[in-house]
Structures are given as C-alpha cells and as structure tokens.
C-alpha cells in the first residue's frame, strides 16, 4: 500500500534523484538530452526547491511504498490564479481559485499503478479544502501524459509556447480539470 506524505526541505536529494531517473525516460523521445539536462539543473538544484517552496508557495507531496521507499512527488500551488485565463474549458461556475500542479513524476517502474491517480486526487482534497474550484497543469504536448491527465477529467485549455532560456522552448498543452463540489 503506498502512502503519501508531505515533503520536507530534507526530501530535495529525493525529488531531485526521482526527477533524474524519471526524466530521460519521459522526455528522451520529446527533448533533446541538452534541453532535459538544462531543465533538470534549472527546477531540481536545491536553491531552485527552496525557492519554489519558500518564495513561491510550492507545496511538494512524497508517494511512498509501504516499506517508505519514496517512488513519486508531486507539486502543487494553492489559490494560483483566475479559472477563466485558462481558456474555453473554464466556465462562469468556477471561482476565480485554481490550484496549479506544478510536477508530477512517478520512477518509470512504478507508473501504470495508479500512484498518478492517487497523487491528484489529494492534490484535488487539499484544493477543495482551501477554496479552489479547478486543478491547472502544463503538460508538453508530445508527452503522453496527456491521455492520462485526460482520463482524470482534464481537458486542454489552450496551448502555450514558453522561452525557458538557452535557446530552448517548452511546447505545452494548459490542462484543466473543473473539481466537483
């Protein structure tokens, strides 16, 4: 049985070997080993954690087995912005809060267990909790999460053309998934 938990500064190492093991085999076929490398090095140093948690509002969860081997995180940021810039798919009964899902990485030999699911669905009980009526995420449009984020209810909102910097563009998919009352 998996468990979830909240990540403290000391589970940064963590994300960051997840994110290391998980990348390459999500994006190897998408980005270039010099643009994962880049990006990698941009969201997983450890001032780059401590930023997102203390400067930003960045709440990270850990997915742990039941021996309390961490498989999987997620990120999330509470009260991030208004339904209705996220495009067609927000509508006039949404609140102006969203919660946006910053990350969610699974080790490849654990994906297809229904930790992702697991994973959201709290991220959606804390959103709810604090007010929010919609999870938003960033997804590149090649990658195929996308049909997963799909079978949980989210629907593409528009698409978004991001200059990270180096030359190097993320070509995502802006994803919304309305939570039900």
Known sequence: ????????????????????????????EILSAD??????????????????????????????????????????????GHADAFGETATPALSPKVTKIHKLYLLPQTQGQGLGRLLIEEVGRRAQAAGNT???????????????????????????????GNGFLMQDYVMLKPLNA
Do not use: C
């Open 134 to 164: 919609a999870l938003v995420l960033n997804v590149n449009r090649q990658n195929r999460a996308v049909q997963f984020y799909e079978r949980l209810g989210f629907g593409i909102a528009k698409t978004e053309d991001i200059d990270i």
């Open 35 to 80: 643009q994962i490398e880049y990006m990698l090095g941009w969201m997983y140093s450890q001032a780059s954690l401590t930023e997102q948690v203390n400067q930003k509002g960045h709440v990270f969860l850990i997915a742990e087995t039941d021996t309390d081997e961490p498989v999987g995180y997620v990120s999330y940021e509470l009260d991030y």
């Open 1 to 28: 049985m998996t468990h979830i938990r909240a990540a403290t500064p000391s589970d940064f190492p963590t994300i960051e070997h997840i994110a290391r093991q998980t990348w390459p085999v999500t994006f190897g």
